[in-house]
C-alpha cells in the first residue's frame, strides 16, 4: 500500500501522527510528512485509520 499527504490540503492539525506514529511525522512547516512511501502490512489499519480521522481527506492510500 502507498501513502501520501497533500501539503495544499493538511491543516497540520497533528492526528495523522498521534494515529500512526510509524507512518506520519509532522514537518517544520506544520504539515504532516510521510516517513514510509510503502506501507507494510502491519501498519496499514493504522495508516486507514488516519486517513478516515484526518478532517481534510488529506492523506491518499492505494
Ligand atoms: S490528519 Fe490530515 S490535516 Fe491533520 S495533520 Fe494529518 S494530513 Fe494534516
Given at each position: 500500500m502507498k501513502v501520501?499527504?497533500?501539503p495544499d490540503i493538511c491543516i497540520g492539525c497533528g492526528i495523522c501522527p498521534d494515529v500512526a506514529p510509524a507512518v506520519f511525522e509532522m514537518g517544520t512547516d506544520?504539515?504532516?510528512h510521510t516517513k514510509i512511501d510503502?506501507?507494510?502490512e502491519e501498519l496499514q489499519a493504522a495508516c486507514k485509520d488516519a486517513a478516515d480521522q484526518c478532517p481534510q481527506?488529506?492523506?491518499?492510500?492505494d
Open positions: 501520501r499527504v497533500d506544520d504539515k504532516a510503502q506501507v507494510p481527506a488529506a492523506i491518499e492510500v
